[in-house]
């Protein structure tokens, strides 16, 4: 493992003092799997792309566009070629998951890019998908994430529930997993045991004591998120992979954990937006309930924990995304998916 120093928050990637992206790699069972850091933000430990290697190599998340750099720096740095990797998967198209995957694409051109069939036609045509990303999040997009760039539709493929992603010597098992997002898939893999849970398990960062629910507007739904953590737990997985960030372990506590903490926080919101109406007020509650799940003594040399959780599972985003879920489910419009 190569461990680099955190940059500072909303910039590029790091450099080092040539000006080159820094790298930082994490190994795991054998180097069957090499999380890869994006450095999103300018921060580590935000999100991991999984490079899976074999015969037909696979990455499992690109990061956003902002920090592509670092992210093929990365796979530089342990050979991987232009010619060499077979497919990039996307658990989902929100950007700090397939931001870059345009940009990816271009520096790998023999490879398919995986993606739900939900959110497929976005990744072609992404300006519906840039411009939402600028109004959620503000000035950030143009310091954190960037535009994502179109992919051409013959190097997209579309999948669903049950669908297969070859790597040469095993195979991916696509489950179509809703509840963050509507255009969510996990993945898992049956000779491993392990389970690429995306956004849908939730994020558990440097400094956190518990795995925070990741539930962001527009189309989060409470009832197939948990549905989501019940189809991991039948799986039986023995590694769980976060995209924010790495490995939990036991698997199928942290499943458990994550279940238990996702209806707290929904009960938590509901009784305080039925108590005020009032977003703030719901934002404000959860950020006073849980802010035992963050430990900064934990991390005390390390001065961007606390920007790492806002960034990525902060109490107003998650505050919005459950508000509208309940506003939703109270006026009858909600689908079985969001």
């Known amino acids: 493992m190569t461990t680099t120093p955190a940059a500072e928050p909303g910039g590029h990637e790091p450099s080092d003092e040539q000006g080159q992206p ?157 509840g963050h ?14 389970i690429y849970s995306g956004d849908s398990v939730g994020v558990k960062l440097p400094g956190m004591t518990a795995i925070r629910p990741a539930t962001p507007p527009a189309d989060f739904h409470l009832e197939a998120a948990l549905d989501s953590l019940e189809r991991y737990r039948e799986r039986d997985p023995a590694r769980l992979f976060l995209a924010h960030y790495g490995p939990v372990d036991p698997p199928l506590e942290a499943l458990d954990e994550a279940a238990e903490r996702l209806r707290l926080w929904a009960d938590t919101a509901e009784a305080a937006w039925y108590a005020s109406s009032e977003l703030d007020h719901v934002a404000e509650t959860l950020a006073a309930r849980f802010a035992d799940e963050y430990d900064p003594e934990a991390v005390a040399d390390d001065p961007y924990g606390r920007e790492r959780l806002e960034l990525l599972s902060g109490a107003a985003s998650n505050a919005a995304g459950l508000v509208r879920y309940f506003q939703r489910r109270d006026e009858g419009t909600l689908t079985d998916v969001g």
Do not use: W
């Open 181 to 194: 997002a509507k255009h969510h898939i996990g993945l898992f893999d049956p000779d491993t045991g392990a």
């Open 22 to 178: 820094q790298i930082r790699l994490d190994r795991h069972d054998d180097e069957q799997v090499i999380a890869v850091d994006t450095f999103t933000g300018g921060m580590s430990h935000v999100t991991a792309g999984f490079l899976l290697t074999g015969p037909r190599p696979a990455l499992v998340e690109t990061g956003p566009a902002l920090a592509v750099d670092a992210l093929l720096a990365g796979l530089a740095s342990i050979g991987m070629s232009g010619d060499e990797l077979a497919t990039i998967v996307l658990t989902h198209i929100h950007l700090d998951h397939a931001g870059g995957a345009g940009d990816v694409a271009a520096a790998f051109p023999n490879a398919e890019v995986v993606v739900c069939d939900v959110g497929a036609r976005h990744l072609h045509d992404p300006e519906r998908l840039n411009a939402s990303a600028r109004r959620v999040y503000g000035p950030l997009h143009d310091t954190v994430y960037g535009d994502c760039t179109p992919i051409p539709t013959e190097r997209i493929r579309a999948v669903g529930d049950g669908d297969v992603v070859d790597l040469g010597d095993r195979h991916l098992e696509v489950l179509y997993t809703p």
